[in-house]
């Protein structure tokens, strides 16, 4: 104990260091700016009009990143139950992992009207719309979240396990030591994807047409939609370097001090070699204030949780027999199942009151944008392939670029779509080529990631015997570097073309400078639906997307993932 | 059932699916006694002490402890594990504290059991290092801090040096003994699993000798040497022979040494896990010593333990190369012209042992009655699941090697497909 407490009166340490000065300012600035925000808001920001003053651009943002906060809370609380859920219920599992897998495949507005309806119901239409705003965000970010927490859960080693059980763990201690710690690197650097995910369609979660009624939040994303509605370039570029400069701040300022402190919970015993560092991490680590934070309060607060949820007598089942259902647990199960076949049977009502013409739509839709699925794909894969296989052979470069490629990943393709459009719009077919553009540009960091990692590891002496045996370009290529980045490149493709699929909502359906630009394909048929209030389509044109992204997703492109892992995975 | 008995096992049986992982196990653990399990790998022992600890549930009869049922995770116990299984975000300190804050002791208790634990073991210093900063041999005395943290009655130890590098083994193990001997903890009984015969005659008072397929005990042995123990001491040594005699066993009928084929009902044995190109030098080097080896010796000439040797000696056994016979293994006729052979040669007195072999017999008629000869390996490994359970693809993946090895038949990797090799 001695050992733990004199870091606190070390003779000759400064009563404050810098790491104090930081921490002081920072909360001072934090209050003026809440109380300059909470009573200094111009009415304008009130709504409901968007102004396009640069004036009302702080707001805006603080706005937006509330609603992108709350949004992530929920994300964040709803992964982490309904993957330890997952994880710990083999029954459950069986329903939940490919539930999970279908919602993943659901374009984020499709989920618009069900909620809206959902929450107007219940609630004052100015509240209703915020928290549909909230929950659109959410369908965007939670999923891979939850994955992330499941795939975790289920590979705690298990004597990591076994110790969790004999030294007698009850749930919230395991939760707290073995599950939580296991499963946070994974849900860090999976947050930091959702949120880029949230920005994403925040455009699209922030103002909305249903039917006759249109609803704007003041926001940084109705910024952007106004002033590409209005086609207002200087706004435009205004609203983008703000949500940049919002991106970056919360790059330096929240995710990278979190990475390196969870540089912790790696699991590799032994001590890795990149790590990522962060000075605002640096500074706090030294700051006495954080100090006397954690001892005095946070350790203290975490000593009474422990106590008051800790129980000794709890004795932690595991693996082989599941329990059996408990009579509730079957009530509720029963529940469930007869309101999905009620569902069924409505969906199929309202399916079949659809006119041929409308099936015809959306099959042609479906082609067209499998194709632009498929060449923004290749087009991602062309240029990700070789500036991946440069950087990721170049641990100099990597270590230079990945920062900067992190950041980029986060900058929402949709809040720059409208300045390509600007230019695009000129041209014959400008549309087409731009929607395949938006989809790459949504897609392409996926690949780009997977390839990076493939590359670095390529053991260097595969590389000297390429050099060696004198292969140079193509052939390099071919015998060395196509091989060994298949399996990488496979899962890249895997996530990228979900995103893809996703991004053709808002890529094949626009408005821009006062017009309405559309192309044939079933992205745009389902903006189209959600914008006419024509829920049969809307259900139609999602229940189609989905089946085909699921479809192919098992018959192709799990099977070219297995067969890349039995054949070309580098030992 | 004695007095004293802290762990009372009556016919202790334990399945998956089909598969008998433990048959049959009579066992009593005293107070005051320290008791290895030993055996060949696969025959149970770590099951063994998992359903002890009550981390597994037995399929049949009765666990007690103390006289009374045992359900769910045993209180008094703790484990020392192989991997150490520390929590990797925990310090030194952090990680023993945690078994003490569990049991809700609270803090500044806490902290000092846990430091005089960590100063016990010889880490003061290190107490707010990470498990990653440590070498193997300060993480398992983190592992053993924290498992005495607890106060169990049955310290349950799972082969807890064998991840770790020959010096520290051995000091550990040392240090282990001389707590234990000054009864320095409250501990009154060990239960240890380990490979390592030495190291089990080394340190027990009685030691349980066990085998697989399925796996059962097949003796006991005490240990009536006074501590310190030498090696080299001539009782030493011979309770070693004593102990690998028991534990290789004796060669016995060509029945018994097969088993049966899949499908047919019989309990099948199954193939070690081992190359066949190994046993050319396992042969040359018996036949340097006219064709008979001390097991221990010949462990050690090689440079491995008993576990690295053990699954090779099998083969050999399976395909007629050698026998076993008190502790020593002895080249047969077709061992010792195998040893002499060229490798054509050798390749063949391989093929034609091979088919003696249940299931690579059974593996080469399916394929020869195939019109194309060619079989998909999933045919295969449905057949072997109801007979080896999660181990089938494992099984059959030896019986490819084993079966390439002798160009009996081969695989093909991308129609995932077993094929005869035509000549």
Redesign the interface.
């Known amino acids: 104990?001695r050992?733990?407490e004199f870091t606190l009166s070390l003779p000759g340490r400064p009563p404050l260091t810098w790491g104090d000065a930081v921490v002081l300012a920072a909360i001072g600035a934090a209050l003026w700016l809440a109380a300059r925000l909470a009573f200094h808001a111009p009415a304008v920001v009130r709504g409901p009009e968007i102004s396009l003053a640069a004036s009302a651009l702080p707001w805006y943002a603080a706005l937006s990143f509330l609603r992108m906060l709350a949004a992530y809370g929920l994300s964040l609380l709803f992964a982490v139950s309904y993957g330890l859920y997952a994880a710990h219920n083999r029954r459950a599992e069986r329903v939940l992992l490919p539930l999970l897998d279908v919602l993943q495949s659901v374009p984020i507005l499709s989920f618009l009207p069900v909620v809206l309806l959902s929450f107007t119901v219940i609630l004052p239409a100015g509240v209703a719309v915020e928290l549909a705003s909230i929950v659109l965000i959410f369908t965007s970010q939670a999923w891979h979240l939850a994955f992330s927490t499941y795939q975790s859960a289920r590979t705690v080693?298990r004597?990591?396990m076994?110790?969790a059980?004999?030294?007698?763990?009850?749930g919230w201690?395991r939760f707290k030591?073995?599950e939580l710690?296991f499963a946070a690197l994974g849900l860090i650097w999976n947050s930091i994807m959702s949120w880029a995910g949230g920005w994403f369609f925040l455009m699209a979660a922030e103002m909305f047409t249903v039917g006759s009624r249109d609803f704007r939040l003041p926001g940084l994303g109705s910024y952007l939609q106004t002033a590409a509605h209005q086609g207002d370039t200087h706004a435009l570029a205004l609203g983008v370097v703000t949500l940049i400069g919002l991106i970056v701040a919360l790059d330096q300022l929240v995710w990278r001090p979190l990475l390196a402190w969870a540089e912790?919970?790696?699991?590799?015993?032994?001590?890795g070699a990149n790590s990522v560092s962060s000075w605002l991490r640096d500074l706090l680590a030294r700051s006495l204030l954080v100090e006397r934070f954690i001892t005095q309060v946070w350790q203290p607060l975490m000593?009474r949780l422990?106590?008051r949820w800790?129980d000794?007598a709890a004795?932690?089942?595991f693996?082989?027999?599941p329990a059996r259902p408990s009579v509730t647990q079957r009530v509720l199960w029963g529940a469930v199942a007869v309101a999905l076949v009620w569902g069924l049977l409505r969906l199929f009502d309202m399916l079949s009151a659809l006119p041929p013409a409308a099936w015809v739509d959306i099959g042609r839709g479906l082609l067209a944008t499998f194709l632009r699925v498929m060449a923004a794909l290749l087009l991602a894969a062309a240029w990700t392939l070789p500036v991946g296989v440069a950087i990721g052979t170049r641990p100099r470069l990597a270590a230079l670029l990945q920062p900067v490629a992190q950041v980029a990943a986060s900058v929402p393709a949709t809040a720059l779509f409208p300045l390509v459009l600007l230019f695009f719009l000129r041209l014959p077919g400008g549309l087409d080529v731009s929607a395949v553009l938006l989809m790459m540009l949504g897609s392409q960091w996926y690949l780009l990631f997977n390839v990076i990692a493939g590359a670095s590891a390529i053991p260097r002496d595969l590389h000297d015997t390429a050099a060696l045996l004198g292969l140079t370009g193509w052939a390099r290529w071919r015998t060395l570097y196509l091989p060994a980045l298949f399996p990488y490149t496979v899962t890249g493709a895997i996530t990228a073309v979900g995103g893809a699929w996703n991004a053709s909502i808002v890529a094949e359906y626009v408005e821009f400078a006062g017009d309405t630009h559309a192309t044939e394909g079933i992205g745009a048929v389902i903006a189209r639906a959600t914008e006419q209030g024509d829920f049969p389509l809307l259900a139609a044109a999602t229940l189609v997307m989905v089946l085909t992204v699921v479809l192919t997703n098992r018959l192709f492109w799990l099977r070219l993932y297995r067969l890349a892992e039995?054949?070309y995975r580098l030992e | 059932m004695a007095a004293d008995a802290l762990v009372h096992l009556e016919h202790v049986g334990k399945t998956f699916g089909h598969f008998h992982a433990l048959r049959d196990i009579n066992l009593t653990i005293e107070s005051g006694e320290l008791v290895c399990l030993v055996g060949p790998s696969g025959c149970g022992k770590s099951t063994l002490l998992?359903i002890i600890?009550g981390?597994?549930?037995a399929s049949h009869g009765v666990v007690r402890y103390r006289g009374s049922r045992l359900?769910?995770?045993n209180?008094h116990?703790?484990?020392v594990?192989?991997?150490f299984?520390l929590?990797?975000?925990?310090t030194v300190?952090e990680n023993v504290e945690?078994?003490l804050?569990?049991?809700?002791v609270e803090?500044a208790r806490r902290?000092?059991r846990a430091?005089e634990l960590v100063d016990l073991v010889g880490l003061s210093g290190f107490?707010?290092a990470?498990?990653?900063?440590l070498s193997g041999g300060m993480?398992q005395k983190v592992g053993f801090a924290?498992a005495l943290a607890?106060e169990p009655e049955l310290l349950c130890l799972d082969e807890p040096f064998s991840a770790l590098d020959v010096l520290s083994a051995e000091s550990l193990r040392g240090e282990l003994l001389e707590l234990w001997l000054a009864r320095a903890m409250p501990t009154r009984a060990i239960l240890m699993v380990t490979h390592n015969i030495e190291e089990a005659v080394e340190l027990a008072d009685r030691i349980v000798v066990m085998a697989k397929d399925p796996g059962r005990v097949l003796g006991e042995i005490h240990v009536g040497l006074r501590h310190p123990r030498a090696r080299k001491d001539v009782a030493f040594q011979a309770l070693v022979d004593r102990v690998y005699a028991a534990v290789t066993g004796r060669t016995g009928s060509e029945a018994e040494v097969q088993g049966g084929a899949p499908g047919t009902g019989a309990v099948l044995r199954r193939l070690p896990d081992v190359r066949l190109i190994a046993l050319g030098g396992l042969t040359e080097k018996i036949a340097a010593e006219n064709g008979r080896a001390d097991l221990p010796r010949l462990a050690q000439a090689i440079g491995a333990d008993y576990t690295a040797l053990a699954p090779l000696v099998e083969a050999a056994e399976r395909l007629g190369l050698a026998r076993l016979e008190a502790g020593d293994i002895i080249l047969t006729p077709l061992g010792q012209e195998y040893a002499e052979a060229s490798i054509p040669v050798r390749k063949e007195i391989i093929a034609g042992r091979l088919l003696r072999v249940p299931l690579i017999r059974w593996i080469y008629e399916t394929l020869q009655q195939d019109d194309n000869q060619r079989v998909d390996r999933d045919y295969f490994v449905e057949r072997l699941t109801p007979e080896f359970g999660a181990e089938a693809e494992h099984q059959l993946d030896i019986a490819v090697d084993w079966g390439r090895f002798a160009d009996l038949f081969a695989y093909d990797?991308?129609s995932h497909e077993l094929y005869l090799e035509s000549d």
């Open positions: 104990m050992r733990l080693p004597e990591l076994e110790a059980a004999v030294f007698r763990f009850g201690f030591y073995v710690p912790r919970f790696k699991v590799e015993t032994v001590e000593e422990d106590r800790q000794p004795t932690v089942h693996g082989e027999t039995a054949r | 998992r600890a981390l597994t549930p359900h769910g995770v209180p116990t703790a484990i594990f192989q991997t299984a929590f990797p975000w925990l300190l945690v078994a804050k569990a049991r809700g803090k902290t000092t430091q107490e707010s990470y498990p990653r900063e993480r924290r607890v990797h991308d």
